[in-house]
């Protein structure tokens, strides 16, 4: 499984996108019209998660996917979308998907966090969430790979993010959500020292357009 992050929240799993805010993302190394995916999957109506998802979700006559609130507002601009709520799973093409909580805000819906199964391989986005303790719950489906927010302001920071890490105990973990803008300001360095100090986890550092094979 190859995932690239696109910088932000924004990651591109194979077939399948998440967070594709791409065109107002300072930090992003392509374009909306350039993306090519199956799935759109948002975590929650914010901007910057949001994005560029109706715009690529229709030149890919792709299936866009979240709570069920978001995806009915999205099913009336003319897109494919699968709403679904926490629980799950939904099984679309090779993909089981779940929704989790999150703790943030939203218009539309719960914020959510997505567990994503593929080929046997288990992959965590938590979305914008704070620290809470059913991330330990989340651990439960022993997940190669997690995807946590460490930016702090309207996220867990790098502290946080860490005993996130503990909880989830995921066989790797890649930071989000951070350096975007100057608010958000995380030294991911500094994650990866405490996460590979005090857990189990591997912690990958990428720059936007690096991929990582899972
Ligand atoms: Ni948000
Ligand atoms: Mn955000």
Redo the contacts with the bound molecule.
């Keep these: 499984m190859k995932i690239t992050w696109l910088g932000h ?1 924004a990651f591109l799993i194979d077939d399948l996108i998440i967070d594709p805010f791409i065109n107002g993302n300072p930090s992003s190394p392509v374009k909306a019209n350039e993306i090519k995916c199956k799935y759109v999957c948002v975590t929650h109506d ?1 901007s ?2 949001l994005g560029d998802a109706v715009e690529i979700a229709k030149k890919n006559n792709a299936t866009f996917i979240s709570i069920f609130e978001l995806a009915s507002d999205v099913s009336e601009k003319g897109v494919k979308t699968v709403g679904m709520n926490i629980g799950g799973p939904a099984n679309v093409g090779e993909w089981e998907i779940r929704l989790v909580p999150a703790t943030h805000s939203s218009t539309k819906g719960s914020p959510i966090g997505f567990v994503l199964k593929k080929d046997g391989k288990t992959i965590y986005h938590a979305g ?1 969430t704070g620290l809470f303790m059913d991330m330990m719950l989340i651990g439960e489906y022993k997940l190669d790979l997690a995807l946590v927010p460490i930016g702090g302001y ?2 867990m920071d790098t502290e946080q993010a860490l005993e996130s890490v503990k909880l989830l105990k995921p066989h790797s973990v890649i930071p989000m ?1 951070y350096n975007t803008w100057p608010v958000i300001k995380a030294d991911p360095q500094k994650f990866k020292k405490l996460v590979e100090e005090q857990t189990g986890t591997t912690a990958i550092i990428l720059k936007p357009g690096e991929h990582f094979n899972l």
Aim: hydrophobic letters at 25%.
């Design positions: 929240a914010h910057d998660h914008d309207y996220v959500h």
